[in-house]
């Protein structure tokens, strides 16, 4: 999917969501304003996304463009037909924005969950339900970061090994 296209979906996902937050959260804004807040929050939203993703995407280089990059990533098992210098560098990428998760996602999510709890308690129950999506990312995100650098220090170890071998092949000839 282009980087624009997905930019758009989010864009207009997250103004879809943001419109109907604002029934619960600020219920005596008219219709119209609610309109065009969601439609802007929505664009800056997209906008915003859709440039970091593209970034990533360039930064990533072409191997993550492959259909079966996350699925590889998931699984810890590179293709056999794997070009080394591009995956290298996918998963060299992949590995440096995963890291930092291990300590900033307890960093963010507890006290976005402390808020959202501090919010429903004093007086705004819809807030319950940001605290549950809150606990549910953190531990989702606690869950996979681990896996997610095993999996690729397992796939960078076995590039090496394979690099190796077609050295010492060629070496032999």
């Not at 939203?45 to 440039?51: I, R």
């Not at 681990?146 to 960078?156: A, F, H, I, Q, Y």
Request: proline content about 6%.
């Amino acid at each position: 999917m282009p980087t624009w296209t997905a930019g758009l979906v989010m864009a207009v996902a997250f103004a879809v969501a943001w419109f109907g937050t604002t029934f619960l959260t600020i219920p005596e804004t008219s219709l119209g304003a609610r309109a065009l807040t969601s439609a802007f929050v929505g664009a800056l939203y997209g906008v915003g996304m859709g440039s970091w993703f593209g970034r990533n995407r360039r930064r990533y280089g072409a191997a993550a463009r492959r259909p079966g990059f996350a699925r590889a990533v998931r699984r810890g098992v590179l293709p056999p037909d794997a070009d080394v210098d591009e995956w290298r560098r996918a998963l060299t990428h992949h590995r440096r924005q995963y890291r930092p998760l291990r300590w900033a996602a307890p960093l963010f999510y507890l006290p976005m969950t402390a808020l959202a709890v501090w919010l429903a308690v004093t007086g705004q129950p819809a807030f319950w339900v940001g605290a549950v999506f809150s606990v549910g990312v953190g531990v989702a995100t606690a869950v996979t970061t681990p896996r997610v650098l095993r999996n690729t220090e397992v796939m960078l170890a076995e590039l090496d090994r394979r690099e190796h071998e077609v050295a010492g092949a060629s070496g032999r000839g």
